[in-house]
Nanobody, 117 residues
Framework: QVQLVESGGDLVQPGGSLRLSCAASGSGFSSYTMGWYRQTPGKQRELVAFITSGTDKRYADSVKGRFTISRDNAKNTVYLQMNRLKPEDTAVYYC???????????WGQGTQVTVSS
């Protein structure tokens, strides 16, 4: 059973940066594809980036060139470096493990990112 704890969210001005962290407990972390998702009120949760066990990375078009996903298997942690933040990046951010294209672990509490002047 994988358990996930996200952190690092904050209030930041447009153009600013944040780094989110997701700590995973349980075995097998290094073999999982890990993804970062985000959700705003009234909308479905969307996948913004994922990283495979082989460290291949993919990004949603809306964040490509601004966000970078990485992982540290020794720490069972996945990161999301977010640069040049925009107000439309405001959301609760979640991480999850992905199998066959779908998240399969229980969702954590998420971390709030607010981009506003």
């Amino acid at each position: 059973q994988v358990q996930l704890v996200e952190s690092g969210g904050d209030l930041v001005q447009p153009g600013g940066s944040l780094r989110l962290s997701c700590a995973a407990s349980g075995s097998g972390f290094s073999s999982y594809t890990m993804g970062w998702y985000r959700q705003t009120p009234g909308k479905q949760r969307e996948l913004v980036a994922f990283i495979t066990s082989g460290t291949d990375k993919r990004y949603a078009d809306s964040v490509k060139g601004r966000f970078t996903i990485s992982r540290d298997n020794a720490k069972n942690t996945v990161y999301l470096q977010m640069n040049r933040l925009k107000p439309e990046d405001t959301a609760v951010y979640y991480c999850n493990a992905i199998r066959a294209g779908n998240p399969f672990a229980s969702w954590g509490q998420g971390t709030q990112v607010t981009v506003s002047s």
